[in-house]
């Protein structure tokens, strides 16, 4: 579950700053720019949803942002991943999960 809201989050974000990126970038129509503000409004209500300290869900939620954003890097600008990709990847999202996992004392 904290994975599948990781990811949402992720994607989220990304939209909404790929957006802009169109915008600012590739000078696609400025009313791209609401769609963009409201899917990174969405960003940051779904980061309040994380069950954990601010602070540790915005360190594991980096990890898992690395894996999606390069999943969009493949899906949507077409750009296959290399093998770096893939590892830096792997080596985030197990940073991700040694964050999320690791036994608590409170």
Do not use: N, Q
């Amino acid at each position: 579950m904290t994975l599948g809201l990781f990811v949402a989050t992720a994607i989220a974000e990304i939209l909404g700053c790929y957006l802009l990126y169109l915008v600012l970038r590739e000078e696609k129509s400025a009313w791209l720019i609401l769609p963009a503000a409201l899917s990174l409004v969405l960003f940051a209500w779904l980061l309040t949803l994380h069950p954990t300290a601010a602070g540790r869900v915005y360190a594991a939620y980096g990890g898992v942002y690395i894996a999606v954003a390069i999943g969009w890097l493949w899906l949507v600008e077409g750009i296959k991943p290399t093998s770096w990709d893939v590892i830096g990847s792997a080596v985030a999202l197990t940073g991700m999960a040694i964050i999320m996992l690791a036994p608590r004392t409170s």
